[in-house]
């Protein structure tokens, strides 16, 4: 072999390995399915799918699950949702075939004592939290537990998990509060982090942080691996609850209900701005530098560096979602069961339909139903409304 070919190959095999080795904590972009809420373990709402076709879409299934769905993970060619329980605290996973609707298995009872559950997806395997801090493990294609981990020391768990790079992280609550990094591949807990207060703030991962905001807009970064803190970011008050932060363009966008809504430096958390919006609005989606925002049931665009507002649209004026953008276009609901499809540059409505119920908001403040939002995957646009589960696709 000459000396050329030699290069080559050594080249070649390095390259290799190169692709094969993730770093913990790392997220490759999301393409194809949905994870966590709001798409992705950056929260950012954000997905391409080839397989799912410019709108108009038709409806391919409608599922009613007989209590108040979750947002849906979208992978493996299932959907996964869980659902309030109809008879006394818990709640149920629901496993459905996406291509035809079915049950892919039979629904399992999570339990609980509230009407709180949530989901994450990552390593070939599904993920279910309950409201008192149990976590499991399900093989995502027969429904068989794998592991069930209780999460020590708080009483009170509201923060969808994420996965990213082998590493389930959540939150809970109780007792002061606390964030947990948790091995995907047994249920043991790798590290936790005091936090103040611990509710309804589903990580966001990247290769460099695990985010998490709570009330007052008290924020932090910690090393995905080790768990040190890496940054925190102060307010003059604190209390009770929490939203989900957004990763996007080199921000940390927060919300909370009684301050205006601000972008951090995912580098150090210092403030980069802030935008007009109630803290109640849920989180904003983002497509490159084009940021979807919901508030006051209007849905607008926004540079994510200047912050301008270039469109608006007013829909019913109940546009109620948490925004997705699929491939592009922008998919928002509405109280009155209306869904939407978006140009996402320009804001032309280019397809709508009545999925058949209200789509409610997402509650970030309460236990008393699974968190909600819509998803995508496998060539779908799935859709929570209320009791209904709804697939649209070509």
């Not at 950012?44 to 410019?54: K, N, R």
Request: hydrophobic residues 35%; aromatic residues 10%.
């Amino acid at each position: 072999m000459n000396l050329r070919r030699t290069i080559a190959v050594v080249f070649s095999a390095a390259l290799s390995a190169a692709v094969l080795v993730t770093p913990v904590g790392a997220q490759p972009v999301q393409t194809g399915a949905t994870t966590t809420y709001q798409i992705n373990a950056r929260h950012d709402g954000s997905l391409v799918d080839t397989a799912v076709g410019a709108p108009p879409l038709s409806q391919k299934w409608s599922r009613d699950l007989g209590g108040n769905v979750s947002y849906p993970i979208v992978a493996g060619g299932r959907v996964f949702a869980t659902v309030a329980s109809s008879d006394g605290y818990g709640t149920v996973l629901h496993a459905i075939d996406a291509a035809t609707g079915e049950n892919a298995w039979e629904p399992v009872d999570l339990g609980g004592s509230s009407w709180w559950s949530a989901l994450a997806y990552g390593g070939g395997r599904l993920y279910a939290q309950d409201y008192d801090g149990v976590l499991t493990a399900f093989n995502p294609a027969t429904g068989a537990k794998i592991w069930t981990a209780a999460l020590p020391g708080q009483s009170s768990f509201t923060s969808p998990p994420t996965f990213a790079g082998g590493v389930v992280y959540t939150g809970g609550a109780g007792s002061g509060g606390t964030l947990y990094a948790v091995d995907a591949a047994n249920g043991a807990v790798l590290w936790t982090q005091s936090v103040a207060n611990g509710d309804h703030s589903s990580p966001a991962v990247t290769a460099n942080g695990v985010y998490v905001s709570y009330a007052c807009q008290q924020t932090y970064a910690f090393d995905p691996k080790s768990g040190n803190p890496i940054w925190h970011h102060r307010t003059g008050c604190s209390g009770g609850g929490g939203r989900t932060p957004v990763l996007a363009d080199g921000g940390v966008w927060i919300r909370d209900g009684g301050m205006t809504p601000s972008v951090l430096n995912t580098t150090d958390g210092q403030a980069r701005g802030t935008y007009e919006a109630s803290g109640r609005s849920p989180a904003p989606a983002f497509d490159g530098r084009q940021g979807y925002f919901v508030d006051e049931g209007v849905l607008q665009e926004r540079h994510s560096r200047t912050l301008a507002t270039r469109w608006k649209f007013e829909g019913d004026g109940r546009i109620s979602t948490a925004p997705i953008v699929v491939n592009g276009y922008v998919y928002v609901g509405s109280r009155t069961g209306r869904l939407w499809a978006l140009n996402g540059a320009t804001g032309q409505s280019v397809w709508s339909t009545d999925v058949g119920a209200p789509i409610n908001e997402p509650d970030e403040h309460n236990a008393s139903e699974p968190l909600t939002g819509l998803g995508a995957g496998g060539g779908l646009v799935v859709v929570p409304a209320t009791h209904l589960l709804v697939a649209y696709g070509q």
